[in-house]
């Protein structure tokens, strides 16, 4: 049943984490509701992970999300999962898993590694892997001043419900809009990048399910 409906759907469904490459092309990207638009950096794109962290709880699995201090440079107060660069000599996993350690204490040893969901290109120029992990024992989780403002929880069936799931946009200098996904969760905007990789990943477990609904209901039971 349900968490471990939702285990297997992962297993089955996501990319063995062996499988990354470092010259792996995305799959997914800011331009999915863009085309036509151009990335607003040059260059070869830099290579980042992210990782997903579905937790175990009482009242079903949720996803551990951040919020970005006040004091970076970029993407100030945006909603994230942890995650950054690659480190050379890397692999997306390693980055992943030291990433949420700097950024919120999160002992490497308690994330069960399920697979990979689909590369995402952004438009500052980044290709980012998700990692998506599985968390059994409640951890013991301490914000990072200097990068993580909030961390929080937000229930897995909210996320992979596209009902939750609106197309915003920001107008461009030059007069163009620029369209994203976005979901908000107890006035929590989450949007951009971190909402189009929720929805890459809802769209690799659930996409081609008759009875979405039903799917996502029976493994967040």
Known sequence: ???????????????????????????RSDFDLNPGASRWVEGPLKPAAVLIPVLVTRDGPSVILTRRADSLARHTGQIAFPGGRLDAGETAVEAALREAREEVDLDPGLVQVL?????????????????????????ALVASPDE?????????????????HSRDHLEAPDGARRWYWSMTWQERYIWGATAGIIRGLRHRLYGEEDDLPAAVAEDAA
Request: charged share 20%; glycine share 8%; hydrophobic share 40%.
């Open 1 to 27: 049943m349900s968490l471990t409906s939702l285990k297997a759907r992962l297993i089955e469904g996501l990319a063995p984490a062996d499988q990354w490459r470092a010259d792996g092309a995305a799959t």
């Open 115 to 139: 697979g990979l969901s689909d590369p995402y290109e952004t438009g500052t120029g980044y290709l980012v892997t998700p990692v998506v992990g599985w968390i059994e024992a409640e951890p």
């Open 148 to 164: 993580v403002a909030e961390i929080f929880r937000t229930p897995w069936d909210f996320l992979m419900d596209p009902s939750n």
